[in-house]
Nanobody, 116 residues
């Protein structure tokens, strides 16, 4: 079992910014191949936001491309999601995940609320 610790959620007005962090709790955890972010808006299915591969390549959902930036700090076993120009439609519970030995492990989720 892999534990992911998320932080950085909160409430912000439209146009504002937030930065989410997700750390793999196990200090000896390696290798990190892929880490990513998903979100689940109220009453909707969980959806892909972004992921990053250890070599540095990134992928983004069309809805956040140009506004969100994912980063990977391998030595800190941490991925961050910088979210700018936030919109009320970005309101959701945000989850991080990590691919390890063929399985995906998930964080507990952090709430992001964007008011108009």
């Amino acid at each position: 079992q892999v534990q992911l610790i998320e932080s950085g959620g909160g409430s912000v007005q439209a146009g504002g910014s937030l930065k989410l962090s997700c750390e793999v709790a196990e200090r000896n955890f390696h290798p990190i191949s892929i880490m990513g972010w998903y979100r689940q808006p109220p009453g909707k299915e969980r959806e892909f936001i972004a992921n990053i591969i250890s070599a540095g390549s990134t992928n983004y959902a069309a809805s956040v491309k140009g506004r969100f930036t994912i980063s990977l700090l391998i030595k800190k076993r941490t991925t961050t999601l910088q979210m700018n120009s936030l919109k009320p439609a970005d309101t959701a519970v945000y989850y991080c995940n990590v691919l390890y030995t063929g399985d995906y492990f998930w964080g507990q989720g952090t709430q992001v609320t964007v008011s108009s």
